[in-house]
């Protein structure tokens, strides 16, 4: 018969429940600090509108990054991120305006051709054994040089109407004061979706395994190089449901489409919490930082704080994410 457990006990539970929520969701501590801060230094800041701004802001860049946030965890990292967004979204452009192809089938084209990036970095880090860091930087490149071809740097505007609605339209009348915007409840609802399948599903444990040690994971009796491949496949197809998204709320296809979408994305899911030692940490970890981010820059927007040095400081809150990420592996080896 198991004993009640003891007061001190009770107390004992409870404390470490709330250094261990602490430790994961510090970033909710450091973004509700930082709405405080901006909401003290600007009066348009703690606005409605704004905060539909920068959810909107950070609807795309979220999306990419639950996919960003499955090759991290799975011990690798995708740099092609960015540039695929802006590829796929000129391809969907083109079958729309110039091909003159149902909308629709574009968008899912532009989705298929998304993954089909992400199919060949994951051969080429799980079957050829190259780096992710070299495979997907070769691949930035390619979708960067891709992109300009297929466009001249010219943008592609005047979209089909039919698809407006994706990134620009709203659950209910924004008049009424609670509306929300159909990209950012897309955003929720694949966030919601990408937490079950990391967390509930053989393909999710999979993934947190290699990234947690691929040996291990081998003589565990997992799929090493299946399952790898599987993850950079989901970053390709978050890709093309973000870059849906863009094209929509943009109703154009850009060569600035995209842009730096790797690196936030990255930066979101450190700040976050997810490791990228790979194997630590929660998808929803990815949403909490890229809002982080949004909010910093809108912040600072509002503050008339020079984009460059803006850069600067998101370069560092970077390199002081990695290096406390670094430092906490090493405390827990």
């Known amino acids: 018969m198991a004993m009640p457990k003891t007061q001190t006990e009770n107390r004992s539970s409870f404390t470490a429940a709330v250094s261990r929520f602490s430790k994961e969701y510090m970033i ?22 704004n905060i539909v701004t920068i959810l909107l802001q950070s609807s795309t860049i979220a999306i990419v990054a639950i996919g960003q946030a499955f090759v991290v965890l799975n ?22 305006v110039r091909v003159g192809m149902n909308p629709w089938m574009a968008l899912l084209c532009c989705i298929i051709l998304a993954c089909f990036i992400g199919l060949i970095n994951g051969i080429l880090v799980a079957y050829f ?60 609802v694949l966030y919601i979706i990408a937490s079950f399948v990391a967390k ?47 094209l929509s709320r943009l109703d154009a296809a850009t060569i600035s489409s995209g842009k730096a979408y790797e690196f936030d994305a990255v930066i979101g899911c450190v700040l976050g919490g997810i490791s990228m030692a790979g194997g630590k940490g929660k998808i929803i970890q990815a949403l909490f930082g890229v809002l982080f981010l949004t909010v910093f820059s809108n912040g600072m927007t509002q503050l008339n704080v020079n984009p460059f040095i ?18 906490r592996n090493k405390v827990k080896n």
């Open 28 to 49: 909710l501590l450091a973004l509700l600090v930082l709405v405080v801060i901006f909401s003290i230094t600007s009066p348009y800041f703690l606005t409605a509108n």
């Open 75 to 96: 011990g690798n990292l995708d740099l092609s991120l960015g540039q695929s967004v802006c590829l796929t979204s000129y391809a969907a452009a083109l079958l729309m």
């Open 129 to 188: 054994n190259i780096s992710s860091f070299i495979a997907t930087l070769g691949m930035m490149n390619v979708c960067t040089g891709m992109a300009k071809i297929l466009s001249n740097s010219a943008s592609i505007a005047n979209l089909p109407k039919q698809i407006a609605f994706i990134g620009r339209g709203y659950i209910a009348q924004p008049q009424i004061g609670n509306a929300i915007p159909v990209s950012v409840a897309i955003m929720l």
């Open 200 to 246: 509930k599903t053989p393909l999710g444990r999979y993934i947190y395994a290699i990234g947690g040690s691929r040996e291990a994971a081998f003589y565990s009796g997992i799929s090493v190089k299946p399952y790898t491949l599987v993850s950079f496949v989901l970053a390709g197809l978050m890709v093309g449901l973000g870059s849906s998204v863009l």
């Open 310 to 327: 803006q850069d600067v400081i998101k370069g560092l809150v970077l390199i002081i994410a990695v290096l406390i990420d670094s430092m």
